[in-house]
């Protein structure tokens, strides 16, 4: 079935789900699914096996969650959930991915007495136990701490129903299949199992073929659609490493700008954007993996809430991540792979809105950029070359003339105070090098001084006096 072969005035409620989910739903807006919703959910219902494909963004986690929330309630019997046995299970590849889905199932299940676990790694244990012991409904978690959990004997996976495996490509790209595999076998036969994903690559096909039993196939679009989202305004710029904070602090005052997520490659490359935008006065945070989970977590509140414009992600936050509002992406260096540039642009347009994807390719990245344009067939393979001043930048993005990389009021840059602070740090290197030498017993007053001839010669003494006259040193006499 093609999205247009689906009626736009259809409901959850007419897809048979439960009223009470329906209307935590319609409370907040949502009342009309999506393709994937459409063709994935009369499907769960029925407790069959399936492999969900759809682009980023067109609503997976629905899809699953109501589904899973549903068969919960039908199967529950008004049985209170035992001790560290949930009785299902939603495996996510990252923390930010699994804390999203959760919040998704807490919206969704409002009016139900459903109790949800979010597991993840990089918090402590003592609350994820302390609900374990009292009995959870649903578990959702990472893979590294649902093991470790259930290798504890603190979690049981014996009386799962059903399982979902989110995001499966990224769990391969992150090295997590021997884990899922293990959490599989911990799990019993009969279950039902939904594994969905954006892109579906070969050793993911092999693990559903494995694990899954007599799965359907959905896939939200034709065969002949593009990977990424229609809705997604694709600018690709050849850009200098040097310039690109410039230019990218002008595309933040487009007159159509409003949440901007840029990613990086690295930790160390996403640090330094962020602290360098906040030094031209922009409202910047970062999520990177040396930061730990609290501030990772402050950092999206504010995002979410508008208190910051601009979060700067390396890919750990590529997924999962479902905040409305994001006008602009903007690839800081070129995606290593095009699942990458898929999952990272797919932070904007999402469900049904328009966004704006921007992506700086260095001279070096070109070759690779060629090939993400390729694969994904955007018919983009010679990025323009662009520079912050070019009239180009200014007209794609609305940005008005005469606009610079520093906002107005923004303080000095930090050069200045960077200079000060090393200041004393080179005198205080001077003063243990003198140190250093006196206590070695070269006297200041014994040191060589050189020759125009390369020579060491040996420094010149004060001549002594008194009224005048030469005052020659004692000698000792000779016996």
Avoid at 225 to 252: C, G, N, W
């Amino acid at each position: 079935m093609s999205d247009n072969e689906i009626a736009v005035d259809e409901t959850f409620a007419d897809l048979g789900i439960h009223e009470s989910i329906t209307s935590a739903l319609a409370e907040v807006g949502i009342v009309h699914p999506f393709a994937i919703q459409t063709l994935a959910i009369p499907l769960a219902l029925s407790g069959t096996d399936l492999i969900g494909q759809a682009r980023t963004g067109t609503g997976k986690t629905l899809a699953f969650g109501v589904s899973l929330l549903h068969r919960m309630v039908t199967l529950s019997d008004g049985v209170k959930p035992a001790h560290g046995k949930p009785r299902a299970l939603i495996v996510c590849p990252t923390r930010e991915l699994a804390l999203q889905v959760g919040r998704d199932l807490d919206v969704a299940g409002k009016h139900l007495k459903m109790r949800v676990l979010t597991i993840y790694g990089g918090t402590g244990y003592d609350e994820q136990l302390d609900a374990l012991d009292k009995g959870i409904d649903i578990a959702v978690g990472t893979p590294g701490r649902l093991l470790d959990l259930a290798d504890r004997g603190a979690l049981s996976l014996a009386e799962i129903q059903v399982l979902v495996l989110d995001e499966a490509d990224e769990m391969l790209d992150l090295g997590f299949l021997p884990d899922i595999e293990r959490l599989l076998r911990k799990t019993p036969q009969d279950r039902q199992t939904m594994l969905f994903s954006a892109t579906m690559p070969g050793p993911i096909m092999a693990l559903a073929r494995a694990t899954l039993n007599k799965p359907v196939n959905i896939r939200a679009e034709g065969h002949d659609a593009k990977m990424t989202v229609p809705d997604i305004e694709q600018f690709i710029y050849q850009a200098h490493d040097l310039d690109k904070p410039e230019l990218v602090s002008r595309i933040l005052q487009g007159r159509q700008t409003t949440k901007v997520m840029i990613f990086c490659r690295t930790k160390r490359s996403a640090q330094r954007l962020t602290d360098d935008l906040v030094d031209r006065g922009f409202a910047a945070a970062a999520i990177h993996g040396d930061l730990n989970q609290q501030a990772r977590e402050r950092a999206l509140k504010k995002f979410r809430a508008d208190t910051i414009k601009v979060l700067v992600a390396t890919d750990v936050a590529a997924r999962g991540i479902d905040i409305t509002g994001v006008s602009h992406v903007i690839n800081y260096e070129c995606p290593d792979n095009d699942a990458a540039y898929v999952h990272r642009i797919g932070r904007t347009g999402r469900a049904g809105n328009s966004g704006i994807a921007v992506t700086l390719v260095d001279w070096a990245d070109v070759n690779r950029w060629k090939l993400i344009d390729q694969a994904l067939g955007l018919d983009i393979p010679d990025p323009v070359e662009t520079y912050s001043s070019s009239a180009h930048l200014f007209e794609d993005h609305d940005i008005p003339e005469g606009t610079k990389g520093r906002l107005p009021g923004a303080p000095a840059a930090r050069e200045k105070a960077v200079d000060k602070r090393r200041a004393p740090d080179e005198e205080g290197r001077r003063r243990r090098s003198r140190r250093s030498t006196e206590a070695a017993g070269d006297h200041p007053a014994e040191k060589s001084v050189g020759s125009a001839d390369g020579e060491r010669k040996p420094r010149r003494r004060r001549r002594r006096t008194r009224g005048g006259v030469d005052v020659q040193p004692e000698t000792t006499p000779q016996l």
